[in-house]
């Protein structure tokens, strides 16, 4: 575990008066102006900052991590920068309590895993029918059991480190008349028989993310799912992370959403300086789950809102059910609100999968620009080329044709390409300007760009594209390199946003 960098501002060092936690690197200053060399974990302010100060302590704070005692009293250029870092207050007589239980969540780095579906084993103890639906989920169906029996498990344990507690989410689904629940037994690491401790949680638990260990002895969990009644039980996904505790998912200020079907959506939204525009931005497939392009935004100095979800091994398009996508498009509509901004003060973007995001709800929004970088558009298609062109490259692509269509063949494909196209289609791009990085041997979608740029039937719009040569991911860094030179066109050209701002 690294240590967890603390800046501490004001006339008396915490240090003196308070007992820190172990992996903390605590930094007192009685003054703050001197170039910031690095951005802390967590920011307190003991006193009023002075005008001086606050460049430093804008450059220094990250949104979420900063605490003001409730005796400080801020000027009006204070309370600008509280807000802009979604400050809060710590009373005084908390903050002992504060650096003792809570500090240790804000750590500088996230983790997140979806357990290997191949790494799931049906129990012996289970003889009704089993089906396995791609790398989606498992289906038992028959009788369980009048009592909670074992019904399946995860053949390899998940290591738990001293003072890291993990939130765990099971995804699944259920007929009424069955049951579930799930056993998590923690053993001692290095020992195939010391059980620390074991819990079962029952389905009312399950309803929300459970918290397991985080104490003084490092753990090996063994999960292990048990079932009674009859009928039907999906095992979908188990998710493992780094918890933060109340402090957010991934992120300090991460945000969680859920359906009623157990699928989840992520948002990061950062306000920056509160000034135009609103960078969207939509997390590209990824195995370790959390947010996508963090460092990236932050330099760019807007506010900006990071998407991202872990549905299925390394993300689901974004597509989903009604609930689902209402979810997203709410998520963008309330932080557009929140600023105060129209749909041309907004950016939507997006590095391959999340191309296919930024331009599946940009068709709601149509928003001022859409940089694109290895666009995918029609999905179907890309599911299909992993037969022939690209065998074995990218076989999430089928299980996303099989979950939003229900099969694999030719007439699914088809209606799930027109699903983006027919709303593509429907929206008004007039005052849309499309900024598109592409590889011209696309092995994922060979016709996104070019469908595009036919499928634009709009005066006033306008396209730039650059084409690179190779595969989907031959050149990725150039495609990067391309797509963050574009965004900073942008900033500069249509908002004044000058280099040293970004």
């Excluded at 029609?378 to 599911?383: F, L, M, N, P, W």
């Excluded at 494909?413 to 007039?430: P, S, T």
Aim: glycine content about 10%; some cysteine; aromatic content about 14%.
């Amino acid at each position: 575990m690294s240590d967890i960098c603390v800046l501490q501002l004001g006339d008396t060092d915490w240090r003196t008066r308070y007992t820190l936690p172990d992996h903390v690197d605590f930094e007192y200053a009685s003054s703050f102006t001197a170039p910031v060399s690095r951005q802390y974990d967590i920011v307190f302010l003991d006193r009023a900052p002075l005008e001086e100060e606050l460049h430093c302590l804008f450059e220094a704070t990250r949104a979420y991590t900063l605490y003001v005692t409730d005796s400080v009293e801020l000027s009006e250029k204070a309370q600008f920068y509280y807000d802009c870092r979604k400050g809060q207050r710590l009373p005084a007589d908390r903050i002992g309590e504060f650096l003792e239980q809570e500090l240790r969540f804000y750590f500088g780095y996230s983790y997140g895993e979806k357990l290997r579906h191949e790494d799931l084993s049906i129990s012996s103890f289970f003889a009704g029918e089993v089906k396995w639906n791609g790398h989606h989920d498992v289906t038992l169906s028959g009788v369980f059991g009048e009592d909670f029996r074992q019904i399946a498990f995860w053949r390899y344990n998940i290591p738990v480190a001293v003072n890291q507690p993990l939130d765990l989410w099971l995804e699944y689904g259920k007929t009424p008349d069955a049951e579930i629940a799930l056993t998590v037994t923690g053993f001692a690491a290095g020992s195939q028989a010391e059980v620390i401790s074991r819990r079962t949680y029952t389905e009312e638990e399950l309803a929300e993310p459970i918290r397991v260990g985080g104490d003084q002895r490092e753990q090996r969990l063994f999960l292990s799912i048990e079932a009674k009644g009859a009928g039907e039980i999906r095992i979908i996904s188990m998710h493992s992370r780094y918890s933060r505790g109340s402090h957010g998912t991934f992120l300090p200020g991460g945000e969680r959403y859920v359906t009623s079907d157990r699928e989840e959506v992520f948002a990061y939204f950062d306000p920056a300086d509160m000034q135009p525009p609103l960078n969207v931005y939509f997390s590209g497939y990824k195995q370790r789950e959390g947010f996508e392009g963090v460092n990236l935004m932050r330099k760019m100095g807007c506010p900006y809102l990071l998407l991202s979800e872990s549905r299925l091994e390394g993300g689901g398009f974004y597509i989903g059910s009604a609930e689902y996508e209402r979810i997203i498009t709410g998520i963008i509509r309330k932080y557009m609100k929140k600023l105060g901004f129209g749909p041309d003060q907004v950016v939507f973007s997006g590095l391959s999968m999340g191309t296919f995001g930024a331009l599946y709800y940009g068709c709601e929004f149509t928003p001022h620009a859409m940089l694109l970088g290895k666009p995918l558009a029609s999905v179907g298609d890309i599911a299909t080329n992993e037969t022939l062109v690209r065998p074995g490259g990218f076989p999430t692509s089928l299980d996303v044709l099989l979950t939003n269509t229900g099969g694999l063949d030719g007439d699914l494909v088809r209606r799930l390409n027109e699903r983006f196209w027919n709303r593509f289609d429907a929206a008004v791009w007039n005052k849309t300007k499309f900024v598109v990085a592409y590889m011209i041997e696309d092995d994922y979608d060979q016709t996104a760009y070019e469908k595009l740029i036919s499928h634009v039937r709009f005066g006033g719009v306008q396209i730039y594209g650059k084409g690179l040569h190779g595969r989907h991911n031959d050149n990725s860094g150039g495609i990067v390199s391309w797509f963050v030179k574009q965004y900073r066109k942008i900033l500069q050209d249509d908002f004044g946003r000058a280099e040293s701002d970004t």
